[in-house]
């Protein structure tokens, strides 16, 4: 559009096109299976559940699981019952389900993903580059605000560190892990002014984590049969220490998620001098 | 009451995040402000998550969790939610907060280069 | 009964995005975006994800209101002059 068109057209243009694509939306949902429909024993989301992946790909690899026919949605896959605290050696040891896809089943995606969080904050820290202004704020935090917040990282940082430690029993893990030790580290900025973290040890923090993912890879690549493959013994489920490699992992991800948005937020809090733009 | 109940356990989810999603379409497409356009941005983002994690939902579902109480598997049938959605969705929410900061800091640095926010402004203004 | 309660909360929801459309401020329409966050993370409760739930209160509702605030912060003068 011009840049003169009035706001009044501007606004209904823009109404009528959301309303055709909502009507859209409405059509395409009235023929979607949903509420009291979904069934999810018609989809191939109860392999996961089921933890019955690798007799399920045996079975496609003998032909006769996708055969001819293509049932791919069939339901007699044999197996097993499992039981809280007692079963045993399952293929996958995890109890939390959505932390055995994210890690485990799809581990390759999360690599990509933290690949992807990485650009943006090395976007982020290359954008606001520069050598560093004084902060001079009118008014300095008061003494509370200066000791509430350093004691208080000290319990925030541990609760960080408890989520994605049980990542794989309780409902948490990595992504939010990190996010909570970032937002303790926000805290002290406005604690003090001009707190300064260590950047580069944060920088040499996150490189050092993201590394031990891929090495922790390169491991199941070489002892077992492909990248990402679980290496260690899935214990008793239920166990703090079972599911194998998924504690390792996710420890990896929250420390190099937490410097990572520590590290947005430095970049972002901190005035530079223009050096180039 | 019975009706309605089944209404709502059917649509209500749909509804929200199609109305959530279609507010943010109006924020991004009427606004001249490069930080209202985040913002509407960031509210499509949150009708979309809603919409992907309610497709995996169904009335009598429990969460994808094995506890001591929590039996995921009765009789050989599934009737936990859906636990692919939620893992897709999981890992968006981090992107959406990288792309976000991105976002901000591309407009901070457009702010400091032209002195305005407005998308209108900064096509007419001198270099 | 706990439909009812998701009616309720999704409403209030749709509520607080219409603010976010009509505030003439840039700091209600951050905040209101942030409320959001916290109400869609409700919802995801709701919906049996407790994953997603604490996923979006620790990053839609904390960190991402918290640098949408510091980035308004530095943009501060130019913000005056684009409001009518």
């Not at chain 1, 995890?94 to 055995?100: E, F, G, R």
């Not at chain 1, 805290?187 to 040499?204: D, E, I, R």
């Not at chain 3, 966050?37 to 049996?48: A, E």
């Amino acid at each position: 559009m011009r840049n003169d068109t009035p706001a009044l057209v501007k606004r209904i243009t823009a109404l009528s096109l959301i309303t055709i694509l909502l009507i859209g939306f409405f059509l395409a949902f009235k023929e979607m299976p949903k509420g009291s429909a979904v069934n999810v024993n018609q989809r191939v989301s109860r392999l996961y559940v089921m933890k019955n992946v690798e007799t399920a790909t045996k079975m496609m690899e003998n032909g006769k699981f996708f055969a001819k026919g293509i049932k791919p949605l069939r339901t007699d896959v044999p197996y097993t019952p499992i039981t809280f605290g007692k079963s045993k050696n399952l293929e996958d040891g995890a109890a939390n389900v959505v932390t055995s896809i994210v890690v485990d089943y799809r581990g390759f995606d999360t690599l990509g993903e933290v690949t992807v969080l990485f650009l943006a904050a090395t976007g982020v820290a290359m954008l606001l580059f520069g050598k560093e202004k004084k902060r001079k704020n009118k008014t300095e935090p008061s003494l509370i605000m200066y000791v509430g917040t350093r004691i208080s990282f000290a319990i925030i940082f541990l609760f960080g560190i408890y989520i994605f430690v049980h990542g794989h029993l309780t409902p948490g893990g990595g992504f939010p892990g990190g996010a909570v030790i970032a937002s303790g580290i926000l805290g002290l900025f406005l604690g003090k002014n001009g707190y300064k973290p260590n950047h580069l040890g944060l920088k040499v923090f996150e490189s050092l984590s993201g590394m031990a993912f891929v090495i922790i890879g390169l491991t199941g690549l070489f002892s077992v049969h492909s990248f990402l493959a679980n290496f260690l013994p899935t214990g008793v489920i239920g166990d703090l220490y079972s599911a194998g490699f998924i504690g390792l992992i996710y420890i990896a991800i929250g420390m190099k998620v937490g410097a990572e948005l520590s590290a947005v937020v430095n970049s972002m809090i901190v005035d530079v001098e223009e050096e180039w733009s | 009451m019975q009706a309605l109940q089944i209404f709502l356990q059917n649509w209500i989810y749909l509804i929200g995040a199609m109305a959530i999603f279609g507010i943010g379409l109006y924020i991004t497409l009427t606004n001249e402000n490069i930080f209202k356009i985040i913002v509407g941005l960031d509210i499509i983002e949150s009708g979309t998550n809603l919409f992907m994690t309610a497709i995996a939902w169904h009335p009598k579902a429990v969460m994808p969790i094995y506890t001591a109480t929590n039996q995921l598997v009765v009789n050989g049938k599934v009737v936990s939610a859906d636990p692919l959605p939620q893992s897709l969705v999981l890992t968006a929410i981090v992107i959406g907060l990288g792309t976000t900061a991105l976002a901000l800091t591309i407009a901070v640095k457009i702010f400091e280069k032209y002195g305005t926010l407005d998308v209108r402004k900064i096509k007419e203004a001198k270099r | 009964m706990i439909i009812y309660v998701a009616t309720l909360i999704v409403i209030v929801v749709i509520m607080l995005a219409l603010i976010a459309v009509f505030s003439k401020k840039l700091l209600s329409a951050i905040i209101a975006s942030g409320f959001v966050s916290l109400g869609v993370s409700g919802l995801f409760f709701f919906l049996q994800a407790p994953d997603v739930a604490i996923t979006e209160a620790a990053i839609g509702a904390g960190l991402s209101t918290a640098i949408f605030i510091i980035a308004l912060k530095k943009v501060k003068k130019g913000e005056s002059k684009d409001e009518e």
